[in-house]
């Protein structure tokens, strides 16, 4: 027989969750190594997502990471990831003003 595991108080799965309370969002202007990767990682999957939708059939999700995407310019400016990175969607691009 296997020894009996103790429980656990139920807690937020995640730490930045309050009981109760909505999850924390990231702030607009990372400060650490961790968010930069985060808001790199953010920028990449909304620009894929953004790829795959068709504007006409999903406007309200592409508006949304549209309007995602225009919000990290400033961080990828700000830290030089377009002086070394192409977009090669045009539409991405547009929206960087790049």
């Known amino acids: 027989m296997y020894p009996s595991q103790p429980i656990a108080p139920e807690v937020p799965r995640y730490p930045s969750q309050q009981p109760g309370g909505a999850p924390r969002t990231m702030s607009r202007s990372p400060q650490s190594s961790g968010a930069r990767s985060d808001a790199l990682a953010t920028f990449v999957t909304y620009a894929k997502a953004l790829e795959s939708l068709d504007r006409r059939k999903f406007p309200d999700e592409y508006a949304e990471h549209a309007d995602r ?10 830290h030089g990831i377009l ?6 969607n045009p539409e991405v691009a547009t929206l960087l003003g790049v």
Do not use: G, R, Y
């Open 83 to 88: 002086d070394v990175m192409q977009i090669k």
């Open 69 to 78: 995407i225009k919000e990290l310019e400033p961080f990828l400016k700000a």
